[in-house]
Structures are given as C-alpha cells and as structure tokens.
C-alpha cells in the first residue's frame, strides 16, 4: 500500500503544471520558459546572453519553431569574441589583456563592448590602450598596399603629364 501511494503521489508532482523540466523538450531548451516566450520577449532577452548561450539558442530555435525573425535578431547578435573567453571575463581581466594588444584586438573588443556590453570601465581601457598599441600585422599589410597604391597613382599620373609635354 505504501508503493502505490509513493507512486500517486510521484505521477501527481510530474503531471503538476510548471514542471517543464519533466518533458524532454524543456530539459534541452536554453533557459526556463523559453518556449513560452514570443519574439518580443525573446529579443530584449537575448543581448544579454554570451556567446556560449546564444550558440544554444540558435541550436534550439533551429530545431525547433524556426522563427524567421529570432534567427535574424540571432544572426545579429551571433559573432566571435575578440578574447578567447570574454563574456567570462571581467573588466579587470579585459583591461588587463588589452595592455599588451595590438590596435586591431583593441579595437574588436571596443566594438564588441559597444555592442553588447558597454561597461564604461572596459571603454576607458580600451581608448586609453588604442593610443600606444602598436598595429597589427594586416593593417600594416593594408597600410603598405594603400601606400604602393598611391605611389603608382602619383607616378602614372607624372608619366602622363611627361608625355603630354613631349
């Protein structure tokens, strides 16, 4: 008799509403009540996730409802961290690395603050290391190639001019 009153009582807490970590479709959604939220909702949620998170969110919503304009707002949002790991770091850590960064990584991460973050102590950190850090190996490359641009602009032009003499 005590069996079959455990039994009753253990259906009756899984079939109770709000247990929707019992389906096996809520055991795998993002987050709590995901399902239940329309795009509205979703959209002011999901600037607040990391990047980790919003991996899973598309991963979910792809497999799932497929709804066009969440997968826009998650095209988006969806891009690589500019440090291995940032959404874990703090501002401190970020500050931190970016003291021995080039511009480009400095950049990205003043980019990627601004998107998604917009801490003012890891903006200050940023503005204040862009104007020591030293370029990086591509806008070097892109400095020289606009450089060897312009000379045989200048000197196409001085050889037309030369001709136009003769």
């Known amino acids: 008799m005590k069996i079959l009153d455990a039994?009753?009582?253990?259906?009756s807490h899984a079939d109770a509403p709000g247990q929707e970590a019992?389906?096996?479709?809520?055991?795998?959604?993002p987050f709590p009540g995901y399902d239940k939220l329309d795009y509205r909702e979703l959209g002011e949620r999901l600037p607040a996730l990391s990047q980790v998170e919003l991996a899973a969110v598309e991963s979910y919503e792809r497999s799932h409802k497929e709804r066009k304009k969440v997968l826009d707002k998650l095209r988006?949002?969806?891009?690589s961290e500019p440090l291995s790991g940032y959404d874990a770091l703090s501002p401190e850590q970020i500050a931190e690395a970016l003291a021995g960064a080039d511009a480009q990584t400095v950049k990205a991460v003043r980019d990627y603050e601004r998107k998604f973050g917009d801490r003012p102590q890891v903006m200050e950190a940023a503005a204040r290391v862009l104007e020591t850090a030293p370029?990086?190996?591509g806008?070097?490359?892109a400095r020289e190639e606009q450089s060897a641009r312009v000379?045989?602009?200048?000197e196409g032009r001085k050889q037309t001019a030369d001709d136009l003499e003769e």
């Open 22 to 29: 019992s389906s096996p479709d809520a055991a795998e959604s």
């Open 7 to 11: 039994l009753r009582k253990r259906r």
């Open 151 to 154: 000379r045989e602009g200048y």
């Open 139 to 141: 806008e070097d490359r």
């Open 135 to 137: 370029a990086s190996a």
């Open 76 to 79: 988006y949002l969806r891009t």
